[in-house]
């Protein structure tokens, strides 16, 4: 059989190889070995690579060659660059489809939270007329704001060592028939492990955890399916690697996007949604990686015999402009560390900005297939950044400065004028603080006047003041900001010489979830740790407001328990002046169990384990014979909230029904 002989003619472009193997003179293939075989397929493979425009198209040079001249090597190449091509096509309806399996999931439950507000509104009133007259608490008194009477008291340093493990609930608490099996996989997704030792880190709970290991398993599962591991075989390796780079771009986006549809559809912000966006980061910097290798790999292999240098290889446009956009990528995923977040966190937000700008372009440039894909992240970017950011959501207020007692925290308070809007329109894109807010949300807080860097940096923190109701016309917005370093602490400065500043407010940003959460339960906790009172305090307003009608009848009885309980651990005395001691009387008056441990600069970190088991099983016991749904919501530091977990982890195991929401950013 005679064909004909593809023979590579250098060039200084690599993007023209498929231009750069022409016809030369016949010769026989039967004679040619397996290497000079897989070089007259060359221009075959590069036009499809680097000149289809839409995937599953053959580029002519490639339909110009006889089928019967082809190396068989050409060919299992080519057939798997297609196949890559079509293939990644499903990933894109794999993700749609799992969209709205999340919001059938979240809409459903928004009607359980309508049905579950009635039925404990009516076993709630059952219970105001048949509570007993005697005291059964034993221990918690409406009226004091510390642990009394026969509960386990506060005890010290206890947060970070593993004594969620130890017996909980008093002898004799009955399991739920039939439901045994179902408490004990609640109780594993909820259980959060010990951080990893030597390097500290926190890991998740592990319901997130194996959240996240589907999703790295769903992107293992698009790189290798039918994927051919051999050397021969190394374009199609890096061909599918970059594919699955650039269609997971969008979706990086999505997932940092603070304005985006996924939070009215499936109920998940962008904070919840900030440890997908993380590993998600990582997977496509391995995938960046995995592609640069696998491409040095086809010049080592393919080109480098033919006379193609390293360095005429690397210094091609779409070599160079590749190697830019990996750089790039690497240097965002570095500068997002834990380690280099929490020391510069000004030069974080700015090379985070920046950075993602230049890889998008340098992608877009590199290759043009990349093109859809790469259009739709900056859409999403800018239409995030610029519209919502810095147009749509943004509101410039004169706020007051307070220097708290502590001479380490300030106080940022501003009236806003509300503007009822009740388009639906105004209800899907969530426009800006002048529509109101609700518990638990947060704002980006910008101050100009602090210093010209600032004038671009924006902070997030949590709204502390109570959420208004739709008839108010103007509502107090404040904040409460600690002093560490960076903008809290020239705020601080800029505060002890200043009463007021012009600051410019984006948001509000938040899930409802921990509201939902509460709503749906017959007794709640909330458990605050230091500056998370900011999430507490709005969360208990909102739920006296939303069951006020509830306690009424039961308050001034001795023997009612609370339904309500605030648990807040501070550090110092003088840090209960963030909200004022008239704030939890008012509490307190309403009917919630206010609880202030002593400080931990005095006795140390209190018993949170033992004291929220002690009052929910009281309370659950007194009220609802053991039969009551039990919310917890906690916020603070890491090792507060992994006790809160555990805790709740071991109630679940006992066969409370308990749910927990803990609000932290990320994790």
């Known amino acids: 059989m005679v064909g004909r002989d593809w023979r590579y003619r250098p060039s200084s472009d690599l993007s023209q190889l498929g231009q750069q193997l022409v016809y030369s003179a016949p010769r026989s293939c039967a004679g040619m070995e397996p290497v000079e075989e897989f070089r007259t397929g060359l221009n075959s493979v590069f036009a499809l690579s680097l ?58 439950s928004r009607f359980r939270v309508q049905s579950r507000r009635k ?63 179902v408490f004990k996989v609640r109780a594993f997704l909820v259980y959060q492990p010990s951080p990893i030792p030597w390097v500290n880190r926190t890991l998740p709970s592990n319901g997130a955890t194996l959240a996240v290991i589907a999703f790295l398993g769903l992107q293992a599962f698009y790189l290798f399916y039918r994927l051919p591991l051999s ?19 969008p979706l990086l986006y999505l997932f940092a996007a603070k304005n985006q549809p996924v939070k009215l559809l499936t109920g998940f912000s962008y904070e919840s949604l900030n440890i997908l966006h993380r590993r998600l980061g990582e997977v496509m910097c391995l995938l960046a990686f995995l592609h640069s290798v696998g491409m040095f790999g086809v010049w080592y292999t393919i080109l480098r015999p033919t006379g193609f240098s390293l360095a005429r290889f690397s210094l091609s446009k779409i070599i160079l402009l590749g190697i830019g956009a ?94 009822q809007n009740r388009r639906l329109l105004a209800y899907c894109a969530g426009v800006g603080i002048t529509k109101g807010w609700k518990p638990t949300e947060h704002c980006f807080l910008t101050v100009p006047a602090l210093s010209r860097k600032h004038i671009v940096q924006a902070h997030p923190f949590t709204i502390a003041s109570k959420a208004p109701h739709d008839d108010h016309t103007v509502a107090n917005l404040q904040f409460i900001i600690r002093a560490k370093d960076g903008f809290s602490s020239d705020l601080l400065k800029y505060a002890k010489g200043h009463s007021s500043v012009n600051v410019r407010i984006d948001g509000p940003y938040g899930s409802q979830n921990a509201f939902q959460l509460l709503q749906q339960c017959d007794i709640s906790a909330v458990i605050a740790g230091g500056s998370g009172i900011a999430v507490a305090l709005p969360l208990v307003w909102a739920l006296c407001t939303l069951n006020r009608h509830i306690d009424v009848e039961g308050r001034g009885k001795k023997g009612s328990p609370s339904r309500i309980v605030l648990i807040w651990v501070i550090h110092s005395k003088s840090h209960t002046a963030w909200v004022g001691s008239s704030s939890l009387e008012t509490l307190r008056d309403n009917g919630v169990e206010v609880i ?39 916020s603070g530091p890491d090792g507060m909230t992994r006790v809160v977990r555990n805790t709740c982890s071991s109630l679940l195991d006992h066969g409370r029904n308990v749910d927990v929401e803990v609000e932290k950013f990320g994790w």
């Open 51 to 108: 000149g289809a425009n839409t995937p599953g198209h053959v580029s002519p040079q490639m339909e110009a060659i006889p089928s019967d001249s082809r190396s068989p090597l050409v060919r299992k190449i080519v057939v798997g660059i297609l196949f890559s091509r079509r293939f990644i096509l499903s990933y894109q309806l794999v993700l749609l489809g799992l969209l709205m399996i999340f919001t059938i999931r979240h809409w459903a």
């Open 326 to 419: 990996f750089v790039a990528y690497e240097l965002l995923y570095l500068t997002s560390l834990g380690s280099f977040r929490q020391r510069w966190y000004e030069l974080f937000l700015a090379m985070h900005v920046f950075l993602q700008v230049v890889a998008l372009v340098l992608v877009w440039f590199h290759h043009h297939n990349s093109r859809p894909y790469v259009g739709t992240a900056l859409a999403i970017f800018f239409v995030d950044r610029l519209l919502y950011r810095m147009a749509l959501k943004v509101q410039t207020s004169r706020a007051w400065l307070e220097v708290c007692k502590d001479d380490g925290t300030v106080i940022v308070h501003t009236k806003i004028i509300l503007v």
């Open 119 to 181: 039925q404990v509104s009516a076993r709630t009133q059952v219970w105001s007329r048949e509570s007993p007259a005697e005291d059964q608490r034993g221990g918690y008194s409406s009226s004091s704001s510390t642990v009394v009477g026969g509960l386990p008291s506060p005890k010290a340093s206890v947060i970070d060592g593993d004594s969620e493990r130890i017996p909980l609930l008093p002898h004799g608490t009955h399991r739920r028939p039939g439901w045994q099996m």
């Open 231 to 249: 050397i021969p075989m190394l374009f199609v390796f890096a061909d599918r690697t970059s594919l699955l780079f650039v269609a997971n771009l």
């Open 596 to 634: 202030l441990p002593p400080p931990t600069d005095e006795n140390g970190h209190p018993d949170i384990q033992s004291m929220l088991s002690s009052w929910l099983t009281i309370c659950d016991d007194t009220l609802f014979d053991g039969q009551a749904k039990a919310g917890i919501v906690c």
